[in-house]
């Protein structure tokens, strides 16, 4: 499994997102603050780091701002209670792959580390190269500043609408099944009696085009790129 560096000096968070990334056979390893953080970060030996923005000694987007501008391309979630959309943009812009506000659910956080390190992997899906950009289908989208759209139209998607749109175009013309999606998205086990895949893939295909996702009977869902 992966190596993931939690930075975050709040000691009862760090505590919960390590026992959970460990139990799911994660190596973990926990620093307190932004300076230990970016050289830890910068070791070159992580694939994936879990980062706060209030931090002592160096906040989290001087840590960004460092480790991008060194040229390392390592995935990094931020996790904090700072949710304005000030940040959000600043965050992101500065060269996150994604944001979680605090409080969070821990099944969302497995979910996003799983994609995260997936994509980190794989680098399939129509990407640009320097894995910011995906574009299928005349869908794009665009993983720094979150934004979507079709054939030039800018879209509005809310965060859980962007990551299953970002999952279809990593594998476009690929059949994912209701349990891969639930898994990755939304970070559930399979409940037959659930249709939220369902919704949500009608939600997409409202603002796609009722063609852009196809149903495979009995297999799932296809994203036709």
Do not use: C
Request: charged share 25%.
């Amino acid at each position: 499994m992966a190596s993931i560096l939690i930075v975050e000096d709040e000691s009862r968070i760090a505590s919960f997102v390590a026992k959970g990334l460990r139990a799911d056979g994660h190596s973990v390893t926990v620093v307190g603050d932004g300076v230990d953080g970016l050289d830890h970060a910068l070791s070159g030996t992580f694939d994936l780091m879990v980062l706060d923005i209030g931090l002592p000694r160096m906040d989290g987007f001087e840590v960004l701002d460092q480790l991008r501008s060194q040229g390392s391309r390592m995935p990094v979630i931020v996790l904090t209670a700072r949710d304005s959309a000030t940040d959000t943009v600043s965050a992101l812009d500065g060269g996150a792959d994604d944001y979680m506000p605090k409080p969070f659910r821990f099944s969302e956080l497995q979910a996003r580390v799983r994609v995260r390190l997936r994509n980190a992997g794989s680098g399939a899906g129509g990407d640009d190269g320097r894995g910011s950009v995906l574009t299928a289908g005349g869908v794009t989208l665009d993983l720094r500043t979150r934004r979507a759209s079709v054939d030039g139209r800018t879209l509005e998607l809310s965060a859980r609408e962007f990551t299953l749109a970002e999952v279809f175009l990593r594998n476009p013309g690929q059949v994912l099944s209701r349990e891969q999606l639930l898994d990755t998205v939304w970070g559930l086990d399979f409940d037959p009696s659930s249709n939220v895949v369902d919704v949500y893939v009608g939600y997409l295909r409202r603002k796609f085009g009722a063609g852009a996702i196809g149903t495979v009977r009995g297999m799932g869902y296809r994203f036709n790129g």
